[in-house]
């Protein structure tokens, strides 16, 4: 008898979970979801300039400065809005390093050369400020997977000792900056020079 109730309720109960399971996704905020690098490590890399493939980077260049590793593309309009702020951002001392990606190196989008790919880099950064240290080429986008990057822009507060503070996705301007960044970065300028 119970098993029959419960294969008659068993629809209701489906379409019950389906309906608060998908309401769930509508109302959620995407942007605070994708943070699971804080407190993290940054991941291992070994990946070379975006402007030289004969120079790498690793974490190793990350150790001892607090920084904010920008990923970032040609394409990416947004990116072309945040650029003047991020150099703004390295006047006043701001350590900025960039994390080239680029969609149409992907077959799905279309191929484009490097050679093309530095020519639209050095113009943009000619034209709008070019606020990085490097610029680390991430041409597979694996690295950005390691990461938990969902798209351009979006930036991460990195401490001396290569461990994620903070993952900010979209543009980083100064309301972002004065509600989210500034404390904590001069709180890691200050904490890591006591260490």
């Not at 109960?13 to 109302?27: A, I, N, Q, Y």
């Not at 190793?60 to 970032?72: A, I, P, R, S, Y």
């Not at 996705?169 to 100064?174: A, F, M, P, T, Y």
Request: hydrophobic fraction near 40%.
């Amino acid at each position: 008898m119970a098993k029959k109730y419960l294969l008659l309720f068993l629809p209701l109960l489906l379409f019950l979970s389906l309906t608060v399971f998908l309401l769930k996704g509508l109302f959620s905020e995407p942007r605070y979801e994708v943070s699971s690098r804080v407190d993290k490590s940054l991941p291992a890399f070994n990946l070379p300039d975006v402007m030289d493939e004969n120079k790498f980077y690793s974490v190793q260049d990350f150790k001892g400065e607090v920084t904010l590793l920008n990923v970032w593309g040609t394409w990416c309009v947004t990116c072309a809005v945040e650029l003047p702020y991020l150099t703004s951002l390295k006047e006043e001392g701001v350590r900025v390093v960039g994390l080239y990606i680029e969609q149409d190196l992907d077959p799905d989008f279309g191929a484009k050369a490097l050679p093309q790919i530095r020519s639209e880099i050095t113009s943009m950064l000619a034209r709008l400020g070019n606020p990085y240290v490097f610029n680390i080429f991430d041409e597979t986008r694996d690295y950005s997977m390691d990461l938990g990057v969902t798209g351009a822009p979006e930036t991460f507060l990195v401490d001396r000792h290569g461990t994620v503070l903070l993952h900010h996705v979209g543009d980083l301007n100064e309301r972002v900056w004065e509600a989210k960044f500034k404390s904590l970065y001069q709180r890691a300028l200050q904490v890591d020079s006591n260490d």
